[in-house]
């Protein structure tokens, strides 16, 4: 259904539009499994904009050209029964037909994807990650052997995210300091890390390749220094680089830097 609204809207304004290598005005490539729905979203809200801007203006074309200093001036103070009731039924119709789509699939979507962390709870295979945000890096912490977090086997990275294509993967993410906004543009998803609060966010990745972490929240001085970078892989080349990263963190592992010991017991999210 959602196919077929888009394409009978889209149409209007497809044959004015440059080639893009993505769906959509200008979005940055899509690689996870649930982007297009966010995508959809988007585009509609971009179609539904043209076609009220370019009503608005044959409107104003129109009133230009017949209202001109030719035509004797009438002036309406818009308070009578009929125009409120035209200006009423034109809101309600508009209301309807674009908030009213728009709001019903974000909820659906939310419910359904973006919200359900019954999906990755559920999933043997979830990778589970903590993220501590901090001025101005993302520090990443995975669970050993033992499967628990803040142990002494945990694998922790500065800035450099590795995840397996095509499995569920969990983030919880908390801040030291200030907000931060965790953010994936080309998975289409964002979430803040905020001190004293551990917040949730989860998606998967439905192609390999090498992409970008940012901050979406202005979060000081050094604020464009925070990006960090994010490797979807095969399952195998994960592997791999997991046992890569436990010796690594093993190596580094200090039980005297206190500062290093930031992991959370893990909860799920109801």
Known sequence: MRKIIFAS??????????VQPE???????????????IDFLLNVTH?????????????????????NR????????GSSKRSVTIALCISAFIFAVVD???????????????????????????????????????????????GKFDTDDDIVTWNELHV???????????????????????FRIKQDATPG????????AKEPGEFDI????????????????LTVESDADFQRWLAEAAQNSKRQFDPEDAQAHWGWNWKERQ
């Open 100 to 146: 009213g789509n728009l709001f019903v699939n974000t909820m659906l979507d939310l419910h359904h994807a973006f919200w359900n962390f019954t999906i990755p709870a559920g999933d043997p295979n979830t990778i589970r990650v903590e993220v501590n945000a901090h001025q101005w890096a993302w520090d990443f912490r995975y669970a050993g052997p033992d």
């Open 164 to 186: 397996p294509e095509g499995k569920p993967v969990y983030l919880q993410l908390a801040s030291m300091d200030v907000i931060h906004s965790f953010y994936l543009p080309n």
């Open 9 to 18: 809207l889209w149409a209007s304004s497809a044959a004015w539009a440059a």
């Open 47 to 67: 179609v539904f904009n043209i076609i009220l801007f370019v009503i608005m203006c044959v409107w104003m074309g129109i009133a230009c050209l017949k209202h």
């Open 214 to 229: 940012a901050c979406a929240q202005h979060c000081g001085t050094h604020h464009y220094k925070m990006k960090g970078h």
């Open 70 to 77: 030719h035509h004797p001036a009438q002036y309406d103070h």
């Open 197 to 204: 609060l551990v917040n949730h966010l989860w998606f998967v």
């Open 23 to 37: 769906s959509g005005l200008g979005l940055p490539h899509d690689a996870s499994r649930d982007g297009h729905l």
